[in-house]
């Protein structure tokens, strides 16, 4: 049993009534960095949804953080951290990596967090807070010197709104604000930031940039839901149809149906969409509970669509099933959850992402995340890196 000290808590960007009391938290995957938060040591992998304690009444982000390899959750408004802290992303103050969830010392009321590659990010009393790798702007603008505390981040053209949400990736951070508009910075993921000339993987954002629309701009500039790849963005607005853009489009995660980068709603065939996400080179959409997704998928992260390495278009990787709900990705893997909260894995399985006791070769195609016994009915989950959080009774 991992011991978390009955330091997890809820995380915001999460509504709705608090779970039964009875609730659980699991954890499996990888743990080379402490993530797991077991307190004794690190160990790779956790092979099964693995019980921690004392986790009564708990609440999970339903963000993707495909790339970090440290975690957070938040408890009575304050944030903790473990796991990889090598630019000092966990706000502990240093560079020492942790295996057990510790509290960050800091002001304000954390309400909402986000994690990318090497940075973290945290909504505190209506600002955006940041800690961790500025290496590319993703904290503040015009220094690459990492901060191993928690410090203001300025995104200053949100004009009057406080912010709402945060996200990150590899080297990108965004903010959804009270207004529901949406601004992106550090590397560049859509299509209309920074210079147009040089390599688009290492160019300054002008900080922050709103979402501007481009060629096709969306009907709406109020979006409720984002998801961050390391060179797009995909979004979901208010009257629940999606939209994507991109820096780089080379794998097709636009969903256009070619590589050229562009600002388009998403061709959903007039269905309603209620879940978005993405993966490093993925985009992932839940429309009238069919589960689409668009881009790379050599590794399984397409679910069973082997006929192609690359989908440019959104197509059903659900495997004709209706009731999906919910979709989280990692790295080159995702989580997708059904309407009676079972949970269920595609793609890589280096580091037992799968839950189901076992490492092995990439998965095409959903296999139920059941562990050592029976599936559990899960209601909320958040995955890293390779790593899978979940709360069950």
């Not at 057990?100 to 600002?127: C, M, P, Q, W, Y």
């Not at 604000?177 to 590397?187: E, L």
């Amino acid at each position: 049993m991992l011991k978390l000290s009955n330091i997890f808590g809820s995380s915001s960007g999460v509504t709705g009534a608090a779970p039964p009391s009875d609730t659980k938290m699991y954890v499996w995957g990888d743990n080379t960095q402490g993530q797991a938060g077991g307190g004794s040591g690190t160990a790779d992998p956790v092979l099964i949804p693995t019980e921690t304690d004392d986790t009564a009444g708990i609440t999970l982000s339903n963000k993707s953080f495909s790339r970090a390899k440290h975690a957070a959750f938040i408890i009575g408004n304050k944030l903790y951290t473990t796991g990889a802290n090598t630019a000092g992303q966990l706000a502990q103050g240093n560079q020492a990596g942790l295996d057990e969830f510790t509290i960050v010392s800091t002001n304000g009321s954390a309400t909402d967090f986000a994690l990318g590659e090497k940075h973290t990010l945290t909504v505190r009393d209506g600002k955006v807070n940041g800690c961790g790798n500025n290496s590319e702007d993703q904290l503040v603008e015009g220094t690459s010197s990492s901060s191993t505390l928690s410090i203001i981040v300025p995104p200053s053209e949100i004009g009057d709104a406080d912010a709402s949400k945060v996200y990150a990736s590899r080297y990108s951070s965004g903010v959804l604000t009270t207004i529901n508009d949406f601004y992106v910075w550090g590397q560049s993921v859509v299509n209309t930031q920074g210079s147009t000339t040089g390599d688009p993987y290492s160019l300054r954002n002008i900080f922050p940039t709103e979402f501007a629309g481009g060629g096709d701009k969306p009907v709406t500039t109020e979006f409720t839901d984002a998801g961050l790849g390391d060179t797009h963005i995909i979004l979901l607005s208010a009257e629940r149809r999606v939209y994507t853009q991109s820096k780089s489009n080379a794998y097709g995660q636009q969903g256009n149906g070619g590589t050229g980068t562009s600002s388009e709603e998403v061709d959903l065939f007039d269905r309603i969409a209620t879940k978005v996400a993405a993966g490093r080179y993925t985009s992932y959409v839940i429309a009238d509970g069919i589960l689409y997704a668009a881009g790379r998928g050599d590794n399984g992260e397409m679910g069973g669509a082997t006929t192609a390495q690359i989908n440019r278009s959104f197509i059903d990787i659900g495997g004709g099933i209706t009731d999906w709900i919910d979709v989280q990705a990692g790295e080159d893997f995702v989580i997708a959850q059904r309407q009676d909260g079972t949970l269920y894995h595609s793609g890589k399985n280096t580091s037992a992402q799968q839950g189901n006791g076992a490492t092995g070769s990439a998965e095409f195609g959903f296999v139920q995340i059941v562990g050592d016994t029976t599936a559990k009915v899960y209601t909320a989950f958040t995955v890293a890196r390779r790593t899978v959080y979940g709360i069950s009774t």
